[in-house]
């Protein structure tokens, strides 16, 4: 009798060990497995980029932008926040009172942080918010009544605001499609005003022009 209740001592004291050691087994699998998710993000993607040329017309001339074509990578430092860099190129067509149709280049530059919800999931919403600047650049042409000699550019600060959709083929491949809004703060140009150093998209008195953006494209984690 006696042994007997030792025995069934022995094992009241061995059932809860060995719950424990399956629980922390669980709890360390779930670590290594956390560890182990893809931190890295590239995005390829196409898309459309609007310029905000009714600003222009006052200045005499119009700008279109062809197709966005772009790369962005970035690092997921926490399950549902990400740091970001992008890059897009769009040839531009661009008219000038009195000179016609001439070619251009757009140059779109930014980063970003990233907010993805929920965490994991088949479908993800991702917002990011950020900073960066525009780069275009156009052959000579008139603008303003006055010929501009050589390859007018300038720099522009943007901020960068999106709101899209991941659909996650897999753990390494998904899509995603985003719409952001590149926004121009532009202050008053100084008279008088040198057409051939201040060129700008940005009209003559201080606005915030929206430059609006919509894009999708293939996703990869590793």
């Not at 001592?9 to 060990?17: C, K, N």
């Not at 491949?173 to 140009?189: N, P």
Request: glycine fraction near 10%; proline fraction near 4%; include cysteine.
């Amino acid at each position: 009798m006696t042994k007997s209740w030792t025995v069934m001592f022995l094992i009241a004291l061995a059932a809860p060990l060995t719950a424990q050691e399956r629980t922390t087994g669980m709890v360390v699998a779930d670590t290594v497995e956390s560890e182990a998710d893809p931190r890295w993000l590239a995005t390829v993607y196409a898309g459309t980029f609007g310029i905000a040329d009714d600003e222009l017309s006052g200045v005499g001339m119009t700008s279109d932008a062809g197709t966005l074509f772009g790369a962005r990578l970035g690092y997921r430092f926490k399950p549902s926040w990400a740091i970001e860099a992008s890059y897009g190129y769009a040839p531009l067509d661009a008219t000038s009172e009195g000179f016609g149709s001439v070619d251009g280049a757009l140059h779109l530059y930014h980063a970003d942080l990233v907010f993805l919800a929920p965490a994991a999931g088949r479908a993800q919403v991702a917002l990011s918010a950020g900073a960066g600047g525009m780069r275009y650049a156009y052959d000579e042409f008139e603008r303003r009544g006055v010929l501009l000699q050589g390859e007018s550019w300038a720099h522009e600060l943007i901020v960068s605001l999106g709101a899209g959709l991941v659909v996650n083929l897999g753990t390494h491949v998904g899509l995603r499609v985003e719409a952001r809004d590149h926004v121009q703060f532009c202050s008053a140009e100084e008279e008088p005003i040198d057409e051939t150093t201040d060129f700008s998209h940005c009209p003559l008195d201080d606005a915030v022009l929206h430059n609006p953006e919509l894009s999708g494209g293939l996703l990869l984690r590793f």
